[in-house]
């Protein structure tokens, strides 16, 4: 009986090769996601944070928000850029019709502010997604490898009692069963495996988004309180 990996490979059967089959789909598709999402959370990250210093004196002073207008352009992998600079978009949009309108509303800035809290909000929510594309896959990968190598471990023990009921194959001995039992160690190891990359993955991309998330809701809080010191004009 060969016990490396080629051997036991030759000496699986039918069900026990699908399964391994399956799961080496299943950790290409999870190590593919995996790659995809740490370049682009390493990439958020970077330029979130030019980004928020580049528009921390802006934010803080009076009446220079609009120099803000258009620099999220700058910063394409940020999630915090195109969210803040929807808001200002928005800002601009709505002081210009405030200056407009007469006479003007005391209500004004309130109404710019609530207009750009709700914009950016819209925004946030499609970065978010944008985010934890992929996750989902992560998430069902973690949940059902154990149960696709379990299903080949069922496999392997068939295999295992036919050998064992098989004259013809030295029926009793524990030679012949040894290698079903191998086959089902395998699938229910590698499935194991697995599942649990897949798991710890998927909680690390869930804390960078949560850290992103606290990013963006600081940012555009700043942002709406900066718009209410602020002078349309």
């Given at each position: 009986m060969d016990f490396t990996l080629v051997g036991l490979w030759h000496e699986m059967g039918p069900i026990a090769r699908g399964v391994v089959v399956v799961l080496a789909v299943m950790s290409t598709y999870s190590l593919g996601i995996t790659v995809e999402r740490l370049l682009t959370?390493?990439?958020?990250?970077?330029?979130?944070?030019?980004?928020?210093?580049?528009?921390?004196?802006?934010?803080?002073?009076?009446?220079?928000?609009?120099?803000?207008?258009?620099?999220?352009?700058?910063?394409?992998?940020?999630?915090v850029a195109r969210v803040i600079g929807a808001g200002v978009k928005e800002y601009a949009r709505g002081a210009d019709v405030e200056l407009r309108r007469l006479p003007p509303s005391p209500q004004g800035r309130f109404d710019i502010a609530d207009a750009v809290s709700r914009t950016m909000e819209r925004v946030k929510e499609r970065e978010l997604a944008n985010l934890r594309r992929g996750l989902p896959v992560l998430a069902t990968v973690s949940s059902s490898a154990p149960f696709v190598g379990l299903f080949g471990t069922v496999g392997g023990i068939i295999t295992a009692f036919q050998k064992l009921a098989d004259p013809g194959k030295g029926g009793g001995g524990i030679g012949t069963v040894s290698a079903g039992i191998a086959e089902a160690l395998v699938t229910t190891a590698v499935g194991l495996g697995v599942a649990i990359t897949a798991v710890w993955v998927y909680n690390y991309f869930i804390s960078r988004v949560d850290d992103l998330t606290i990013d963006i809701d600081e940012t555009s809080s700043e942002l709406v309180d900066s718009i209410l010191r602020e002078d349309p004009a």
């Open positions: 959370f390493r990439k958020a990250r970077r330029q979130s944070v030019t980004y928020v210093t580049f528009l921390a004196p802006v934010v803080g002073a009076t009446g220079r928000l609009r120099e803000a207008l258009g620099q999220e352009a700058k910063f394409e992998g940020s999630p």
